[in-house]
């Protein structure tokens, strides 16, 4: 099934919808890199006017412990921040994408640019797949020759740390909201977008690679996260090109991060 090809706006009507392959992938890239950019700036102004609130109504100035385990009063801030600039940034970048795709002839609309659907009957596989990564990455660290993850996670500590209401929306935002706008983002637009510079087995490549250099700075504290990410990284982009689908690397996805979830409660619960 024919992409999408991603071009400028400013194409004449009667011109083919292809442009050079070099404006295919910077559009993809330039999609992707709005998103973390515009994240970024939600998450700096919702912890700025939160933490200006609470100073002004006498509690603690929570932009000084932005990053760090948050106290009752503050737990709030870290997870409605990250909630609106994640949700925030992913309107902007679906917005410009729909500006910079010109549709194919024949395709079926914008839901073309990140894949068809699929049968959500056999989503089976993929969830199986997601608990066999997450626990088999977990029995390795733990049991295994790879070394203990024991190092300050902010956003896992301040999961577990908040109280119930809060515990259930920083689960969702795992299993359900993160997982969903990462493979838009990346076996969506940035495949898509590559895809038509240089085919999908270099795509396939370079998006993986940009995935994990993302998650380079966990990388960076903990060497064994590197192949956790290189593999869900490989496994949702061989998914993408053999069903052109991103549902079935969702459903990966989302329960591989639902089983470090489920982990970190139970940790937290017999420690």
Not at 73 to 87: D, R
Not at 206 to 230: C, D, N, Q, R
Request: proline share 7%; aromatic share 12%.
């Amino acid at each position: 099934m024919p992409l999408p090809v991603l071009c400028s706006e400013d194409s004449p009507p009667h011109a083919p919808p292809r442009l050079k392959p070099w404006r295919h992938a910077w559009s993809a890239v330039l999609i992707v890199g709005c998103f973390y950019v515009v994240q970024a700036l939600g998450i700096f102004m919702v912890s700025a006017v939160g933490g200006a609130v609470e100073t002004l109504a006498g509690g603690i100035d929570v932009g000084a412990q932005f990053g760090t385990v948050p106290q009752y009063k503050e737990v709030w801030l870290l997870p409605l921040s990250l909630c609106v600039g994640t949700l925030g940034a992913m309107m902007v970048s679906i917005d410009l994408a729909r500006r910079r795709a010109v549709l194919s002839s024949n395709a079926n609309g914008f839901s073309e640019l990140l894949g068809k659907s699929y049968d959500f009957r056999n989503l089976w596989r993929f969830f199986l797949m997601g608990l066999a990564l997450g626990f088999g990455f977990v029995a390795f660290t733990e049991y295994g020759g790879l070394p203990a993850d024991d190092l300050p996670q902010p956003l896992f500590d301040a999961m577990i740390s908040a109280p119930p209401s809060l515990q259930t929306l920083w689960a969702l935002m795992f299993i359900g909201v993160f997982p969903v706008v990462e493979e838009v983002l990346f076996r969506g637009i940035l495949f898509t977008g590559m895809s038509e510079s240089w085919g999908p087995g270099l795509a396939g490549f370079m998006t993986t690679m940009i995935f994990v250099g993302v998650h380079m700075p966990k990388v960076l504290e903990y060497w064994p996260a590197l192949l956790a990410v290189s593999l869900v990284g490989s496994l949702t982009i061989l998914l993408r090109i053999r069903t052109e689908s991103l549902v079935p690397g969702i459903a990966l996805h989302g329960t591989y991060n639902g089983v470090l979830v489920m982990v970190a409660f139970l940790t937290q619960a017999t420690s």
